[in-house]
């Protein structure tokens, strides 16, 4: 059974940093490709950024890009979002994703997990 758990949400001031860690079991982790996305208050979820298990493969969202890193610790089984820069539009709900291939589409992926809030005062 694939298990996702988030952690690191918090309501910080804009242009503070938060870092989310995913951490799943060893199989879920050297088996899959990981991500994030995320949900804001009354609008669709949307990707946010995914690593592929094992070549490196990264992608981001474009509001994202130059802010935020993802990374997976392979020691850890865990994946990590490092966010900086933080803006009031990052606003929303977590998730963290997994599943055999890499993808933007919310739809391609078949485990998540229960999700974290991360809030962005101005």
């Known amino acids: 059974q694939v298990q996702l758990v988030e952690s690191g949400g918090g309501s910080v001031q804009a242009g503070d940093s938060l870092r989310l860690s995913c951490a799943a079991s060893?199989?879920?982790?050297?088996?899959?490709?990981m991500g994030w996305f995320r949900q804001a208050p009354g609008k669709e979820r949307e990707f946010v950024a995914v690593?592929?298990?094992?070549?490196?493969?990264?992608y981001y969202t474009d509001s994202v890009k130059g802010r935020f890193t993802i990374s997976r610790d392979s020691a850890k089984d865990t994946v990590y979002l490092q966010m900086n820069s933080l803006k009031t539009d990052d606003t929303g709900v977590y998730y963290c994703v997994a599943d055999r291939f890499v993808s933007k589409v919310r739809g391609a992926y078949g485990y998540w997990g229960q999700g974290t809030q991360v809030t962005v005062s101005s």
């Open positions: 060893e199989r879920t982790f050297r088996t899959y490709a």
């Open positions: 690593i592929s298990r094992s070549d490196g493969t990264i």
